[in-house]
């Protein structure tokens, strides 16, 4: 039998670049004391002999791995599935690997699980995508001796958390509709033990408060399109049997549920923005293409997964043991708001 050839080794790098093996091991690690040309032949010879470090036995030399664990959500939702792709992405860019543990948010031991595995796996540190309650939770009981952010959550009882300011988020698409000159807004809220829903539902109470305004909220049990129309035909019900008014405006607390809710709309034959004025929340993929084109609330999840990634590494090389960041949201105005109409002229 033929014996497999042996893989390349840092001797043999050394030799083809006509430096010592000390050279190699100081470029491979990023040292800077190299001269640039050294650089160059060590980087040339490593990829003509297709040489690859030995994690291995740098993670025994450094105590360090060079991989992070991400535990988020397997489910299709716009807000955890943004997330942890620009987290991946911000880890990529710095160098890093990321090990994955996708589960139900909404259960704490699975959560609780994942961490654990990625902890016997020698992670350097963790990020919890924790946009549910039992997510939260699991982190706060975790014994983890590595950093762990949450993302999703700024401040209270979690020591190092990144979160989108979603009340802000909130405030900033109601006050548009405030500003177009809308009174009587609703607000369909997201399901309640999801802690964005929450935040975007206070956020809209304390803007129409502040303005002298009755709040009207209406909670989705879960953050479908479907649940979406289904909220709309009810509130068209309610308005024929005269048990409720029409609002001139609504904000949903995600772009799905705003979809969902333009449908019903379209099937009372009320038009959006003529007769009722649509907010949504995400700027998920397609909105800026809904009939009609979305105003929406833009989360900036890459700059959320990009400073948890930052986070994490100032705590695993201990320049940061308890910080919360806060990312802002910005609004995108487009064509399903408008001044409201004379709603005597509504017609259901």
């Not at 982190?139 to 950093?147: D, F, N, R, Y």
């Amino acid at each position: 039998m033929t014996a497999r050839p042996r893989p390349p080794a840092i001797t043999d790098v050394a030799s083809v670049a006509g430096v010592s093996y000390q050279t190699v091991s100081r470029v491979i690690n990023d040292h800077p004391n190299v001269a640039t040309d050294t650089r160059e032949r060590v980087l040339d010879a490593m990829q003509q002999l297709g040489y690859r470090r030995n994690s291995a036995a740098r993670t025994l030399k450094t105590r360090r791995s060079g991989v992070f664990g991400v535990v988020a959500s397997g489910s299709h939702l716009f807000g955890p599935t943004r997330t942890l792709v620009s987290i991946e992405q911000a880890a990529r860019a710095k160098g890093l690997f990321v090990s994955l543990a996708t589960v139900d948010l909404q259960h704490k031991d699975e959560v609780a699980s994942a961490i654990e595995h990625l902890l016997d796996q020698g992670v350097d540190g963790i990020v919890v995508v924790a946009s549910h309650d039992e997510a939260a939770a699991a982190v706060l009981e975790s014994k983890a001796q590595v950093p762990v952010v949450v993302a999703g959550r700024a401040g209270g009882e979690h020591a190092l958390a990144v979160a989108i300011d979603q009340e802000a988020g909130a405030k900033v698409a109601t006050r548009h509709l405030l500003d177009l000159g809308h009174r009587d807004v609703l607000h369909l809220a997201g399901p309640a033990p999801w802690v964005d829903a929450r935040a975007r539902a206070v956020g809209f109470r304390e803007t129409m408060a502040a303005a002298g305004l009755a709040p009207r909220t209406l909670w989705a049990d879960d953050w479908s399109a479907e649940v979406g129309y289904l909220a709309g035909q009810e509130l068209v019900a309610r308005v024929r049997r005269r048990r409720s008014t029409l609002p001139t405006a609504i904000f949903a607390a995600n772009d799905l549920l705003a979809l969902g809710m333009m449908h019903a709309l379209a099937d009372a034959r009320l038009r959006v923005p003529d007769d009722v004025s649509v907010v949504g929340y995400d700027d998920g993929d397609g909105s800026a293409h809904f009939v009609p084109p979305l105003t929406t609330v833009a989360q900036e999840l890459e700059e959320l997964g990009y400073r948890c990634v930052e986070l994490l590494l100032a705590a695993r090389d201990g320049a940061s043991t308890s910080s919360s960041v806060a990312v802002s949201p910005r609004l995108l105005v487009r064509e399903s708001t408008a001044p409201p109409r004379d709603p005597a002229r509504v017609l259901l």
